[in-house]
Each structure stands twice: as C-alpha cells, then as structure tokens.
C-alpha cells in the first residue's frame, strides 16, 4: 500500500465515522492507521538498506535499476536477482553478478558492507555471487540467527573460515566455492546439526579432511574440490544420504574411500590413490558418475561399472587398472561418455561401447586391446606392467606389516630357526643330486628382470594429457573441433592482409571471426617435413586438453594437405581471441590507456604462476622450457592474465631460426649457469623472475645485462632505508603499495633469478608468496583507504618472514 492509497482511505473513513460520531470506532480506526504507517516506515528502512548496498557494491548491472520507488517485495524473481519477503521483511536476497567480476574499488570495505547487511535480520537465505567482494569474511555472519543457507561464491575473499560459522544452528547449505580461503577445514563443521551441503571447491584449503564430518547425519552435497587438502580420506560410510561426493584436483589418498549406497556422483580425479578399485562399488545402484582417473589405482577393473543401472558417465583413464575385456560384456545404455584410456587393460572391448551411436563418447587408448585404433600398446606391456604393479604393491605390503612379522619371528624364533635349518640340508641334497641335469638346461629369464624401476620411455611417449578443466564449457569455451579449410577462409576474408596479427618462431597469425560472431585468433604453421596426419594424433590430443583459466586456449585445428601424397602441408589452429594487449603493454599504458596498479600487476603475475603450475603437474609429462615472455603474456578484458606461447610440440618441432626481441632470445639460461644440470622446471621459474623484474619497475628489460642491473639494485634497496628501497621502483607501482607486498614480490623475484637453478624456488612456493603478497595488499587498502573507517576494516595478517637465497 503507498502513501496516496493511505491518505485516501484516512479521508474517506474519517467521514463516515465522523458523521456517526462513533468514538469508539474512530479509536480503532486511528490505530489501525498508526500500524500501517509503522509497516511502511519498517519496510522505508529496510529500502533505504537495500540502496546502500547498492552503493557499497558499487552499483552493479544487476542493480542498476534499483531506486527510492522501486517495490523491492514485488520484483519479478530472476537467476541474477531475487528478493524475497515475507510479512513486510526480507527474508531472501540473491545478488549474481558477471562471472570474472574484478574486486571492487580499494574503498570497499567488508566491514562496513556486513554492517549494512545485518540491518536485514531475518534473512534466512544470502546469496552474494560474483560481485568482486574482498576481505576476510567478518564474525558478524553471526547476527543472521536464522540463516539456513549462505553461498558467497566466486569472490575474492581470504584468510581462514570463521570459526564463529558453527553457532548458525540453523545452516543447511555453506558455499564458499572460488574464493581464496586458507587454513584447514575446521572440525566445528560437525557442529552444524542440519547442514545438507557442503562446498568449498577452489579454495587454497590444506591439510587433511576431519574425521568430524562423518558425524553430519544430513549431509547430501560434499564438494571440496581443487584445494591441496592430503592424507587419508575419512570413513564416509555412515553417511547414508551423501549423494554427492566431489574431491578431485587435490592430494588424497592412498585407499579408496569407504562410502554408503546412495552416492550418485563421485569424483576422486587428479589425487594420490593408489589402492585397489573395491568391488563395493558397484553395488551402487543410484550411481551416475564415476570419476576416479588420473591416480595410481591397481588391480583388476571392475567391469560390472559399464552395467550400472544408473550410469552415463565412466573416467578411469590414467591409472594402471588391469584385466580382461570380452565382446560380449553388457553396457548401460544410457552411457554417454566412457573413457578406460591409459590402463592395462587387454581382450576385445565390448561391443556395447562400440556401437555406432552419436552421443557417446568412448576413449580407450594406450591400453592393450585387440584393435588397430585409438593406439594400443603390444600384449606384452601390459603383463610386464602388470607385474611390477604387484612386485611393487607387495613390497609395500611387507613393509605395512613388518613389524607384526618380527613379533610372530621374535615369537616363533626358535621353531622357525630348526625348520629352515632343515630346509637348507634337503635343498643341499636335491641340489648335489640334480646340479648335472640343472647345467644342461638353457638358461631362462624371468619377466621381471627386464623391468625398469622408472618410467618406460614409451609410457612417457605415449602418455595422457590431462586438463583440470576437461569438462567442455568449464571456462566459458566451446568444445575443441576441426575445422574445415572453407571456414577458416570465410574467417579472415580469405587471408586479406587486414586480419595479419604478425609473424613470430611459432607461424603467423591472423585474427578471423567466425559464422556464429566469436572472434579467434589463428595460427598459420607451414611445416617443413612431410608428414601424414596420423603424426599428429598425440599432438592434437595435447592441444585439445590443454584448457586453463591462465592459458590462451585451443578451439580446434584444421589440416591443409598435398593433394598427390595427402601429406600434411600446414596446419591451422584456432585459439581464443584476448583483446585487451599484453602485459608489458598495459605496464606502460595498455589498449586503454590505463596503466596497471600494483594489485593489479601481483593478480596478473599470480594468474601467470598458476598457468605455469598447470603447464608443469597439470598434465603428464609436463611442459617445461616454454619461453615465458611478459610480452607473450595477454590480458582480457577482465585483466586475467593468460600464456598465449607454450612449449607445443607440434609446434616447437617446426620453430624457424630466428633471432627473437624479447628477453627470452637475448638472455640465455644456460649463460645464467654454465654446466648447470638441466632442469627445466627451473628455467621457466627464471623467466617468471624476469617477468616479475619488469612488472616491479616498470622497465622493458632486453638484455642479460638489464636483468643483472635491476636484480643488483633491488637485493641492495631491500636493506636499505625506505627512499633507497623504492628508488628502483616504478613510480606508478609506489602510488598505490603496500611496502610489505612489495618486499615480498622483490624478494620471490630475486630467489626466481637465481644463477644456480636448485635455489630457485618451486612453482608451489612462488604462489605463496605471491597471494600473501595479495592479501597484504589488500588489507593494506582496507586499512589505509576505507570510507568510514569501520573497525570492522580487514586486519593486517602476520607478517611472513622471508630469507632471501642469494643467486
């Protein structure tokens, strides 16, 4: 009801009271309006809320149209916004913003922006997504005594969870997915007596997972996912209505975990187990995805998974399950995607995964089976692989239980010592007896005699290419495709010399736009060897994987062949267009004029280390040596950095000679360290120390000599007062820094240029030290530049004490 319709009704009943002198009524009439105009000044406060978190969010898209007359109760619900009430208050409030929304201004406070948010008490639900909120997520979640369920997804919140989470008694869902959350899980999560779901994916979490979770009797949804959690996975089978169970991308392992009967997804992908697959499994019914590839999992494949009554989706690729596949084995039908690549499996696959059906996906390459496609390895392989599995499996075996083997000898001693004594003197005889017959015989070699300790080289040649983000549309992508030459022509106008990006060691480029209004970005590579397409199956099969938030991705890859051999003449293959330049660009200005902040040069370098630490453990084997250049580092338009130049086989084998302008061609790694051992890893980490050097001062660095310079005065200025230590500085780096963040970053630096590869630092270590020098940053901000000096500004975390590594 708005204020005319009350003033009309006070006019018209006034009358008509009036006219009938009843005092009486005219009393319950004025009370009455005196309830109405309460409920319109509570529902005024509650608006005038709702518009100061506007302003505090920086008034978002999705607010815009927010204003002082805007009927918040009835807004038509949308999956970006919904507001909810209930009897005059607001119960529900779900804000979404755009995916890869940048943190919000150096002003905003976290503090100030829950002080706001407390002054709706009765919400029950709080759903802040993607709205650039930083900071430490404040105590005062508290004062929401009914809040039954929180995601605050998708921002850039820090430090550990509050422990003061565990007095919301009424919580039944915590999503903090995507945030950078640090610390262990903590155990008071059991003390949240109806929590249903629990997610936490795409965090920087450790530790182990607490054995308290078991004890929460309601939990349906587990999802920690892409975190460095390790050890043991804690006993999940009382559990009994967990349907989701998400760990993959973390440390876990060795043993399967025990779990109930109604899980309908688990995914255990990309950890440390190492045990056998239990039979267990497949007892589970309700089961509809099952991804447990890239771990170390032993023993016989269970093939009763390909029959589940509920299954579409099977990953077992990249461990060394064995066994026997037979023609006629039974399938789901429902089956949509199955891959069994990279195992030890042999026999005949069944003919169910074979059959020709459109919207299955079926991948079962380097394994052993009885088919001439998808590259199998010789029957041989498989059983010499085989068998050191369980030489291996046994010895670790042994070593579980030696000591219960020394009580029962220490035990049996002296009847063990006659037995094998005895032993001895009947193997001596049988010995003198047959030595004649045994040196006639040919000399036989056991199969495990042949067996190398390490990798077989042709494991390694053949090996899977994994991305942690194998799920197709995971970064907004469409699915890798072939192209055909005909649309690759249309594209870029035929190659008109107008979409010419340059011509670099790695082929030329071309910027084209496709049938469907998406912008690419084509590389042209001439080879200089012919070779027929199957050559390239591995290659592509890499390119196709590699997908990664800090990469510039693949889409797909065109053959152009001779027509009289049918050999491969050039190959064209389409990358995602980044439009807003490159790094070493937007140092000095950028497409937009605007020159990177300091926060904003430790994010790039941050997304830069995790695209390195991808490139490095993300796939088997790992891409090293890749080059790194701040100039072949590329920004969007949300200023994510990507890596638009990484050490491609394919293209690295048809690189032409030429003498590059960039660091990485006029500064040599092997000159840093003469007779240096080689280790590559360590090379890209001396690049990242270079990129690091210009991002710090702001210089364009060409030369070996530059490098020296800058490191030199950068380990001095460290010691020195403060004007000394900023004199290398870039200036627009010191108008906005903290000076602990960028000791920090000068000091990772100088450990990257190192000359002496083994003491530069590990990729893990580097992004430490790189969000701490975030998180400092960005406390200092809040301390130092909040609007209203809310004491409920971030605190300032204890300080890291770092030692430099002289190189």
Not at 93 to 105: C, V
Not at 235 to 256: C, E, I, R, W, Y
Not at 403 to 431: P, Q, Y
Not at 602 to 631: E, W
Request: with cysteine; charged share 15%; hydrophobic share 40%.
């Amino acid at each position: 009801m708005n204020p005319a319709e009350i003033i009309g009704l006070r006019a018209s009943v006034s009358g008509a009271q009036m006219a009938k002198g009843d005092s009486a009524t005219l009393f319950l009439f004025f009370t009455f309006l005196m309830m109405i105009s309460y409920s319109y000044e509570l529902q005024s406060s509650q608006v005038q809320t709702l518009l100061r978190i506007q302003r505090l969010l920086n008034s978002p898209p999705v607010l815009s149209s927010w204003n002082d007359s805007t009927d918040f109760c009835n807004i038509e619900p949308a999956p970006s916004l919904t507001v909810v009430c209930y009897e005059g208050t607001i119960t529900q409030l779900h804000i979404f913003g755009q995916n890869g929304s940048p943190a919000l201004p150096r002003n905003f406070s976290i503090g100030s922006f829950f002080t706001t948010l407390v002054k709706l008490p009765s919400l029950k639900v709080i759903s802040l997504v993607s709205l650039g909120l930083w900071g430490p997520l404040p105590a005062k979640i508290t004062r929401f005594s009914s809040l039954e369920i929180l995601n605050m997804s998708s921002n850039f919140l820090y430090g550990p969870i509050p422990p003061q989470i565990w007095s919301l008694r009424s919580l039944q869902t915590l999503i903090l997915d995507s945030n950078m959350f640090r610390g262990q899980i903590p155990d008071w999560v059991s003390a949240l007596p109806v929590l249903a779901v629990l997610s936490l994916k795409n965090n920087s979490l450790s530790g182990s997972i607490p054995n308290s979770l078991r004890t929460l009797e309601n939990l349906r949804v587990l999802d920690l996912s892409n975190n460095r959690l390790a050890g043991e996975v804690p006993d999940f089978g009382s559990l009994t209505n967990l349907q989701v169970l998400k760990l993959a991308d973390n440390f876990l392992g060795s043993l399967f975990p025990t779990l109930g009967k109604k899980l309908v997804t688990l995914e255990l992908r990309n950890n440390r187990f190492s045990s056998g697959v239990p039979s267990e499994i497949a007892s589970c019914y309700q089961l509809q995805r099952l991804d447990i590839s890239l771990n170390r999992f032993v023993g016989p494949f269970p093939p009763s998974l390909l029959s589940l009554p509920s299954i579409h989706y099977l990953n077992i690729s990249g461990n060394r399950l064995s066994g026997l596949l037979f023609e006629n084995m039974s399938c789901n039908g429902e089956l949509e995607y199955v891959d069994l690549s990279a195992n030890l499996l042999s026999g005949n696959l069944p003919i169910c995964l074979v059959s020709d059906s459109k919207s299955r996906v079926v991948q079962y390459s380097r394994n052993c089976l009885e088919t001439a496609v998808q590259n199998q390895h010789p029957h041989w392989f498989c059983q010499n692989q085989a068998l050191a599995v369980g030489i291996a499996n046994h010895d670790k075996k042994e070593r579980q239980t030696n000591n219960k083997v020394i009580v029962l000898l220490s035990t049996l001693g002296g009847i063990t010592g006659l037995i094998v004594l005895s032993s001895l003197l009947i193997l001596l005889v049988r010995r003198r007896m047959n030595m004649r017959r045994v040196i006639k015989r040919p000399p036989r070699t056991l199969v495990a005699d042949n067996h190398s300790t390490g990798i077989p080289s042709k494991l390694l040649s053949d090996a899977r290419y994994i991305s942690q983000s194998m799920k197709l549309g995971a970064l907004g992508l469409p699915a890798y495709r072939t192209f055909s030459l005909e649309e690759l022509e249309e594209a870029t106008n035929n190659f008109d010399t107008s979409s010419f990006m340059g011509e670099g060691s790695h082929g030329q480029m071309y910027r084209g736009m496709l049938s469907d209004g998406s912008v690419i970005a084509l590389r042209c590579l001439k080879l200089k060897q012919k070779h027929t397409t199957q050559n390239f199956v591995h290659h592509i099969e890499l390119i196709s994987k590699l997908r990664h938030q800090h990469l510039v991705s693949a889409l797909g890859h065109c053959f152009e062949c001779y027509l009289d051999d049918s050999s491969v003449s050039r190959i064209f293959i389409a990358f995602e267009y980044v439009p807003n330049g490159t790094l070493r660009s937007n140092i000095s200005g950028g497409v937009s004029g605007q020159i990177l902040s300091w926060a904003q040069r430790i994010s790039a370098a941050i997304g830069i280390a995790k695209g390195i630490q991808f490139l490095h453990a993300g796939i088997v084997p790992g891409i090293y040596a890749n080059d790194l250049k701040i100039t072949n580092v590329l920004l969007d338009q949300n200023l994510v950095a990507k890596i638009s130049s990484y050490n491609l086989p394919v293209l690295t084998e048809n690189m032409k000679n030429e003498d590059g302008t960039g660091v990485s061609s006029n500064v040599s790694k092997d000159k840093c360290a003469p007779g240096r051992v080689k280790q590559d890893d360590k090379t890209d980490m001396y690049d990242f120390g270079v990129i690091l050097l210009e991002l710090i001062t702001g210089t364009l660095i060409t030369s070996q000599d530059d490098v020296d310079a800058l490191k030199g005065q950068l380990r001095r200025s460290i010691a020195a007062d403060e004007s000394a230590q900023r004199s290398p500085v870039d200036p627009a780096v010191l108008a906005n820094c903290s000076d602990e963040s960028l000791k920090t970053v000068m000091q990772i630096c100088i450990r990257c240029l190192s000359k002496e590869p083994t003491k530069r630092p590990s990729i893990e270590d580097v992004l430490w030290n790189m969000q701490f020098a975030a998180q400092v940053q960005e406390t200092w901000k809040g301390d130092s530049q909040s609007s209203d000096g809310s004491p409920e500004s971030p605190h300032r975390p204890t300080k890291l004490q770092l030692t430099i590594q002289q190189g």
